[in-house]
């Protein structure tokens, strides 16, 4: 896993992580896979430090298909299979930038979104490869967001299902 661009440790447990400075912003988005098109719509954190530390790469961005990869090997649980944590970090990472694209490029806006629900199913457990991620809108409206984030193994066998809400935050007065 490629920890530089988060600096030579993660903050200490419980502790925000800090702003990166431009340097490790720059850094964080290109060890993350996005295209520089989007770096403005990512935040000011660039991409999340859990993604980072699971080792989540994007392999195609745009507001219309979101499709990531997550390495079994480092993200195991005890009895040696992909984690289900794994699945739904991976979800809610592909669900939530998924919404934002659609707040910025279909509606025009800047707008923040948290997600309301996240539910998912596993299918199948795998061991090694990696397992990639493929996020869909269900719903695109213009209060809430729906997505399916379809999870594969390299044989492209269904790994498990989720679905994400997002609701599109207004300014507040």
Not at 61 to 86: D, R, Y
Request: glycine share 10%; net charge neutral; charged share 20%.
């Amino acid at each position: 896993m490629d920890f530089d661009a988060y600096g030579p440790e993660f903050p200490t447990p419980g502790v925000p992580t800090p702003l990166p400075d431009q340097a490790q912003r720059r850094a964080r988005l290109e060890a993350a896979n996005v295209p520089q098109e989007y770096w403005e719509w990512m935040g000011p954190h660039g991409t999340s430090a859990m993604g980072a530390r699971l080792g989540l790469k994007f392999v195609e961005m745009s507001p219309e298909k979101l499709v990531a990869t997550l390495p079994v090997g480092g993200n195991e649980q005890n009895a040696g299979i992909f984690h289900g944590g794994g699945h739904f970090v991976m979800a809610e990472t592909l669900g939530s930038v998924a919404s934002i694209f659609h707040v910025r490029a279909n509606l025009g806006l800047v707008r923040n979104v948290v997600g309301t629900e996240l539910s998912a199913t596993h299918h199948r457990s795998v061991t090694e490869g990696l397992v990639w991620g493929t996020c869909t809108p269900i719903n695109l409206g213009k209060q809430l967001t729906v997505h399916e984030i379809v999870m594969r193994d390299d044989a492209g066998r269904r790994l498990s299902t989720a679905r994400m809400t997002n609701m599109i935050l207004h300014p507040r007065q």
